[in-house]
């Protein structure tokens, strides 16, 4: 080698030496300086709620951090049981991630991560690192903890869920006639065919092979709207009606249309007030305004003065603005030894998916408890009816397989599938029962603002009280879930006096820290559930938070008394750290 070459060599190597050097000694400042790192995490300690721990994070760095061609990130990761970590999210430091406050590039985040009991004792660490772009050189700082554990208060929640299969009334109704209805936007005649629409379900019944058919179809308009409204929708639901059979009526059967006298508009707006969860007093006052002998607009005014006004125009008003058609026919029926044979050859594909109708399938579903079957034979009946009883009941299925399902993934998927279907019997069939299950479905999975919504869009749609009652009490669990205790008290007035309602005002009052309140609530709850371990063991977190040590032994052994998994949950309880030496706390473990 010439003295030229082995001189540049020796050249090269110094510089790249020189550069390693530098950057390794750029890494080592970077992390140092990070020591002096302020981070905030709220709440502390962290809170499970729901399915989910949430919680901010807010890091500030020394502004000598940022530097050109390096990056500074930070790993967030929870580590509980036998050394298991799950990582959460990261935070870079980099241009355009951070603002300055008082000088410090500073970063807020968000995070949450999936609850679950074996996560109660664990702990919340950060640890960063400073990188090299170029070179992706890493130098790493020390895991730092900066939370200890959940605190599983807000879990005490008392929810329902409970989505019921639509029911068979084969045997009493398969002659009865189906009733579809379809609601319109406010001063408006123009069907939709979008979201919400039930035309798709009316092209199948105007499809269906029968000899006759006699249709009926009415109308109604909300007391804002124009006179001739409800007229118009009666003139437009009728039109597509003849539109489509002429289009659709393949077999030339016998079809009559009837259009009804419109419905009163005050008599209806009555009765489903008189079915709404509003105190009796302001239900008296809007029955009274709409039975009076003011004229339209005069009734309109009064109404828009009293306390109803609100829920009215929420949830009345939308409701009344709809036109309905009845489908009347008959068809023969079949044993049922038969139909189950039929229904399996269908859902098995070794019949004609019209062998049964939509009814017939549905009656079959409940002659089998295993789900499997049940949902191979509402799939059957979607296939041949696109019905939606049998699509509502197809999701009650999965979300009964996904109770049963321990993996995590394969439970969501099968919400996921539930949700699916209930979605489209709602489209289908929008009424506060269906959307009831569809928003309870979306509450199971974790979805907490679709099922807001869709608890939102049921009270809207009315029903009976006991079914708004229903509604408003697992409204009012979710709200307390995402924080909203105002919003869950407001919905637990016209949730009922039952235990629900007293136990989840208990738990709002608890965690809005109004100690008194909510013990007077939890007592309400054991009065009608005497001896309640959820009751008793809520009442001991009140007594830990207030230092009441004899009430906290009192309820603290009571629950573990009445359920005996409230010990170990009052051994990993944070509420009772600070009793864990203590007499009272002691003395409740002697049962």
Sequence with gaps: MSCYKKKSAALFFYIALIAFVTSSCTLHKMVRLAKKQEIIVQPTPLVANGQQVEFELKVSMPPNIIKDGYRYKMDVYYEYGEQQREQIGAINFEFGEFLYENGWPTITRQFSFPYAPKKNKGKLFVQGMAIEKETEDVKYSDAKQIATGLITTPLLIVRNNEILFIPDSYANEADKPALLTFY???????????????????????????????????????????????????????????????????????????????????????????????????????????????????????????????????????????AEVTINYSRDKKSDYELYLLAKKI??????????????????????????????????????????????????????????????????????KAIHNLTFAGFRNPTAPVYYSLASAYHVRGDKLEALQYYDYAIKLG??????????????????????????????????????????????????????????????????????????????????????????????????????????KAIEDMEFDAYRAEQAYKDAFKL
């Design 347 to 416: 859902s098995d594909e070794k019949a004609p998916a019209d062998a049964l109708t939509e009814q017939e399938l549905q009656h079959a579903a409940t002659l089998t408890p295993l789900l499997a079957e049940k949902k191979q034979i509402y799939e059957a009946a979607i296939k041949t009816t696109n019905k939606w009883p049998a699509y509502h009941n197809l999701g009650k299925v999965y979300v009964e397989m996904a109770r049963k399902e321990y993996r995590i993934k394969a439970r969501q998927a099968l919400l996921a």
């Design 463 to 568: 029903g009976n009280p006991e079914e708004l009652k229903r509604i408003f009490a697992d409204k009012a669990a979710l709200e307390i879930e995402i924080g909203q205790f105002d919003d869950a008290i407001e919905s637990l007035k016209y949730s009922g006096n039952g235990y629900q309602t007293q136990m989840n005002l208990g738990l709002s009052y608890l965690l809005k820290e109004n100690y008194e309140g909510a013990q007077e609530f939890y007592n309400r709850a054991l009065e009608l559930q005497p001896n309640d371990a959820l009751a008793n063991y809520s009442l001991a977190v009140i007594a830990a938070r207030t230092k009441n040590e004899p009430m906290l032994t009192t309820h603290l052994r009571q629950s573990m008394r009445a359920d005996n998994s409230f010990t170990l």
């Design 184 to 322: 319109f936007e406010e001063n408006n005649a123009r069907l939709r065919s979008h979201l919400g629409s039930n035309l798709s379900v009316l092209d199948q019944y105007i499809m269906d092979n029968v000899a006759t058919q006699a249709v009926t179809i009415t109308a109604s308009q909300s007391p804002d709207e124009t006179k001739e409204m409800a007229q118009k929708r009666l003139e437009a639901m009728e039109s597509y009606y003849r539109a489509k059979l002429d289009a659709l009526n393949y077999n030339n059967k016998k079809v009559t249309i009837k259009t009804l006298p419109l419905k009163s508009t005050w008599e209806q707006l009555v009765t489903k007030i008189k079915a709404s969860a509003l105190p009796k007093a302001v239900i008296q006052e809007v029955a009274t305004i709409a039975s009076s002998n003011l004229s339209d607009q005069e009734k309109d005014a009064a109404l828009q003065k009293t306390q109803a006004n609100e829920y009215l125009q929420l949830y009345v008003y939308p409701a009344l603005r709809f």
